[in-house]
Nanobody
Framework: QVQLVESGGGLVQPGGSLRLTCVASGYGISRYHLRWLRQTPGQEREWVAAVGPDGRDATVADSVKGRFTTSRGGDMNTIYLDMQAMNVGDTGTYFC??????????????WGQGIQVTVSS
C-alpha cells in the first residue's frame, strides 16, 4: 500500500550537515505518521524524528534536539531530516517509517530499506 525510498545519506565530517529525504507513495499517505529511526552498531534501534498526519506536530528525540529538525513537504508525500552539527554518535543506518494509527493502535506500518550515514574524520 505504501512504499518509502530514502536518499541523501553518505559520509560527513564531524560538525558537518546532511539532509535526508524520504519519498512516500501510496494511497492516503497524508493520514500517516512519517518517522525516522536509526540503528547504530551495538545499540538498540532509536527513534529520531516524526511528523504527524497532515504535517502537524513535528518532533525530534531529546538526543538530537537542537541539531536535527524534521518536516513534511507540502504534498505530504515527503519527510525531511535536516541534521546539523553532526557527531560520530549520529553514525548509523537511518530508516524511514510510515504508520497509520486508529484509536491509539497501529493499523498499518511500512518501512524503507534504510540508508547509511557515517560521521568520520
Amino acid at each position: 500500500q505504501v512504499q518509502l525510498v530514502e536518499s541523501g545519506g553518505g559520509l560527513v565530517q564531524p560538525g558537518g550537515s546532511l539532509r535526508l529525504t524520504c519519498v512516500a507513495s501510496g494511497y492516503g499517505i497524508s493520514r500517516y505518521h512519517l518517522r525516522w529511526l536509526r540503528q547504530t552498531p551495538g545499540q538498540e534501534r532509536e527513534w529520531v524524528a516524526a511528523v504527524g498526519p497532515d504535517g502537524r506536530d513535528a518532533t525530534v528525540a531529546d538526543s538530537v534536539k537542537g541539531r536535527f529538525t524534521t518536516s513534511r513537504g507540502g504534498d505530504m508525500n515527503t519527510i525531511y531530516l535536516d541534521m546539523q552539527a553532526m557527531n560520530v554518535g549520529d553514525t548509523g543506518t537511518y530508516f524511514c517509517n510510515a504508520v497509520l494509527a486508529r484509536g491509539g493502535e497501529k493499523v498499518f506500518e511500512f518501512w524503507g530499506q534504510g540508508i547509511q550515514v557515517t560521521v568520520s574524520s
